[in-house]
């Protein structure tokens, strides 16, 4: 009896989840309110292939949108990616190549595509695009592709493994709504995307950190844990325009203290963290969307910005600069 209460206890509370869940998908699809909630479950492969999918097919007749890919391949899985999602790639790009079907067909078609579309375009949408970057000559060249990069900088060695949603308690029981990245203190944090310096400062659990928002106001990059006595780029203030790549900070383990300045963080690492913003009372209190960044961070980990060292200030700095068409021209 106590089994059969159980089961109908669960059954329950799945129909519920399952029926608040496409209430939120019918309502973002409607354009009448804002995504409330984005599970973010695109596995690196997946991204690589819809990424170079993308790139290879720029100056084609029908160039493919990764993100377009994406969307199709979550909505065949049901919102999961595995091992058969790089086939559902493979099958939308055969179908868009060849125009036996449009991005507008397959919203038509598939409830929930434009959902998936909105969301993974939240996450995604300033990672791809044109760019110059300078060469050894000193000249700038036009390209198309990849432009955001890895928090890590090349040639500096890092751990991480999946530790979002663990549990932490300092302050109060909360989740780990972040990603760590494990390394050396002093190690060079890049900008992963092109934007402005929103917040820069001591936080009692992030310690010395720096907050990003992309130029579309989507996204909100947060370092955190930086270098005690000198966590952040020279100069770095509020308000700066940052290109993706550019050196911000360096990793420490400062936090959980009401002092600033202070290491009460047990193992160096980089806190990474991404919060979607469909709509600005989500960006502080009870409606925050922070995404799993685990993925993301394997996908970009062949995309690390190399440094070098000016042995005069002992400042790290880019070592091919980028102009980035998203940051306003008076800042490139």
Known sequence: MTCLILMAL????????????????????????????????????????????DIESYESEVHLDWITLLAYAAVRGGGEFNEKSVKYIEEAAKQLSEKETTEEALREKYQHFSYYHEAYSAVLGGMLG?????????????????????????????????????????????????????????TPIIAVESGYVEALGWNRYGGWRIGIRSFDKKRYYYYAHLRQNRPYAEGL?????????????????TGYSDKEN??????VHLHVGLQLIFDES????????????????GFLSAHRCEVERNEVSKEWDRKYDMKDPAVPAEEN
């Open 130 to 186: 044109e760019y110059e970057i300078k060469d050894d000559s000193g000249s700038y060249q036009k390209k198309y592709g990849l432009k955001a990069y890895s928090p890590i900088a090349a040639g500096f060695a890092y751990q991480d493994y999946d530790d979002f949603g663990v549990g932490r308690d300092f302050g109060y029981k909360r989740q780990h709504l972040g990603h760590d990245m494990m390394g050396l203190v002093g």
């Open 237 to 253: 203030k509020e308000g700066d325009y940052v290109t993706a790549g550019d050196v911000i900070g360096y990793m420490g383990h």
């Open 10 to 53: 669960v059954l329950a509370a799945g129909i519920v989840w399952y029926e608040n869940r496409v209430q939120e998908l019918q309502v973002s699809q409607t354009g009448n309110d804002f995504i409330k909630w984005v599970d973010f479950n695109a596995s690196k492969e997946a991204m690589k292939k819809a990424c170079l999918l």
């Open 262 to 267: 202070v290491n009460n963080i047990k193992t």
């Open 282 to 297: 989500q960006k502080d209190g009870n409606n925050e969307i922070w995404v799993d960044f685990y993925q993301l961070a």
